[in-house]
């Protein structure tokens, strides 16, 4: 699939360049006419290509002047999972000028790095199914208005892999990189209620690298090392969401030296511990989870993780949206 992967990402990369006529002349080169996009929240279903352009394409445009796309991973691997199929993952950034509202959110006027994780589904060599994440409560932090008043780790951009090779890979072995990622996943489902741990995350034998890197969405923010990453997401996770069950994905793939995981939804929990600043409600919950890794030396050396956070807080009774847009 290499030419393929390559003639998908210049279209993505080229498709918000120049004028509406060629924005849309490019969907219809990349996008299939029955393609169907599902945005996480407040987006939704997309179906049809001018669904796909009105609603999603032309409001990124509208607001973010001088948009560009800037990818930071972006592989292909055969889906292991049951649905089959051809899958291209990316994260990547829409990068412009925020100077109008998107879907609700107020501007800021000033530079904005929208960061997105995308799955898509290839047949026919375009582009049928998508799955799409974007961490719009980061568009409001960027634009000073941080819905959770702060984050539990290191606020910031999600920067590309440390080797700087994360777009369309060359060397590697994707099913290796896979197989380390999914062995994680096993052993990571279950855990001790009282320290939080699973067995063979760390030491010698362990799944991740000792200077492991995290990079999580807005809210949680970025860690390092297991120790970090315990501290900034996993305990607090776990203390407001005890019986959380995950790992249902959808698509799992591997390429060179990364993998790609996601779930729509993941995870299913109960909310019964505060979370974000927001007290338990007894809910039951889902949360769209998408996964990214570099692996190196048999080892997970980076993950980079969107959630759907939107749509997890709208489960919980909060408008994340109206809630930035009361701060001034």
Known sequence: MPDLQQKIHDLLNTLLRGDDATMRRRCAQVLHPDCAFEMSHPLGRLDGIDAIAEGFYAPLRAALRHVYRRDEIFITGMNRRAEGGQWIAAVTHYVGTFDAAFFGIKPSGRLAFLRAGEFYRVEDRRITQARIILDLPDLMRQAGRDPFGGQLGLEGLFPGPATHDGVLPQTGDGGASLDLVEAMLGDLHVYDPATGGSK??????????????????????????????????????????????????????????????????????????????????????????????????????????????????????????????ALE
């Open 200 to 325: 063979g995350q760390t030491g010698a034998d362990g799944y991740w690298a000792e200077d492991m890197m995290w990079y999580g969405p807005c809210g949680i923010g970025s860690n390092y090392r297991w120790e970090g990453f315990v501290k900034d997401h996993r305990a607090p996770f776990l203390a407001a969401f005890p019986d959380r069950k995950g790992g249902n994905h959808y698509c799992r793939i591997g390429d060179g030296n990364f993998a790609a995981v996601s779930g729509w939804p993941s995870m299913t929990m109960t909310h019964r511990g505060p979370y974000l600043g927001v007290a338990p409600t007894g809910r039951d919950l889902t949360l769209r989870v998408m996964d990214f890794y570099r692996c190196a030396g048999g080892k997970i050396a980076e993950n980079w993780v969107l959630l759907d956070y939107m749509d997890l807080m709208r489960q919980m009774g909060v408008d994340l949206t109206a809630r930035s847009n």
